[in-house]
């Protein structure tokens, strides 16, 4: 069955920022909602009780100056209206006799900005200006005309608009704990998954299990993910095993638990590609056992190996902890002296491997059986550039030591002087000058 890849988006975005973008939208769509309603409906309540104050005024302004209208009385008027005037919030105010000449008048003194807005919305709201007859003896003399003084309208907006911006922080705050819970109950779980997910198909790790969630979905999405990896790891655990095993037997020896020919080329390879930027010595050490065949065939091959075996360990215990020795094959073993300061690091440790060999082989009563070795010792550069060199190099010396005296050391190209030797390795050290 085929399974048809998904094409992502051009633009995509996370679930968090989606549901910060929502959650904003929706509070501000509420906060501006009900802040315009609560405005529109506290001006009405504002507009019905002004026009009932200003009608109130303008009957106190009528009765004030009753008397002085029926007699044109200008001054008395003009008194009696400063005088309520100036308790009230009035913008303006004039008393107007039967035919609509002035007899008094009132103008607010202050003509500021906020006194400006607050004229444009009193003439919004009451369109008309506020009026009341003047009765003398039961006929009408005049009539009082006034608009009030609109600052407490703008007053009131900047309350409405402050209470609104405080709602807005507080609904800010809201949203801040909410994301800040989604980020904690939602995010981190789904992140948790996404980064095993991750981890089990690129890194094929199965270790990480995803954490317990307080919503029920997400927590039962982690369990079902955790055991399917529990499962995964149950399936792949035998695999990796078995892999290991096969890496192992392909790169030792199973009678020494020692590298192999194969490992031990590479590993030489990939240290001279490393020695050729960092200009350390290092030396190659071909070990063979002397009379080995003889031991073999008088003795069996059960023994053969038990010799094989020990000479490995104790080849192995004289070795410092960055070289590494091997079985190349039958009775011979490779050593890999890396860093080597100095030749004489070479020899000693090829007096310490054939020193140590000088015990008998334990544990074999009918006969005593000593193991000896043959060392033939090549040093980079001098004797060889690549592995196959420095091997070859090696050998040979090996084998001019079973010629000349078996169980002894030499190194390869004897014509090279050994101070030579040395002043190579010093050159290649790094500091080291021309």
Known sequence: MKTTALNAPDEQTSLLATLQQAHFRVAMLMVLALGFALTLAALMALRASAQHNLQHVARSIAYATEAAAAFKDTTAIQEALGQIA?????AHAHVLDAKGAVLGQYQRNSNSLLNTVGDRMVSLLLTQPTTAAVVFQGKQIGEVRLRG?????????????AGMLVCLALGGLAMRQLSRRVRRDIMQPLQALIALTHAARQERST???????????????????????????????????????QTHLANHDSLTGLPNRAYFRRRLTRVLQENQTEGRGLAVLYLDHDHFKSVNDRYGHATGDALLAEVAKRVRAQ??????????GGDEFAVLLTPLPNVEDATRISDKIIASMSEPLPQRPADRIVPSLSIGIAIYPVHGQTAEQLLRAADSAMYRSKTQQRGRHLISNTEVDTSDLRESLQYRQPGRQK
Do not use: M
């Open 207 to 245: 270790q990480s299990r995803a954490p317990a969630s307080k919503i029920t979905e997400l927590h039962q999405l982690g369990e079902g993910f955790n055991a399917l990896l529990e499962e995964i790891e149950a399936h792949q655990t035998p695999l990796h095993q078995e892999s290991l095993s």
């Open 86 to 90: 100036s308790q009230e919030s009035l």
């Open 319 to 328: 070795i410092r902890d960055n070289d590494v020795v091997a079985r190349l």
């Open 149 to 161: 003084d609109g600052s407490s309208f703008v007053w009131f907006l900047f309350s409405g608009l």
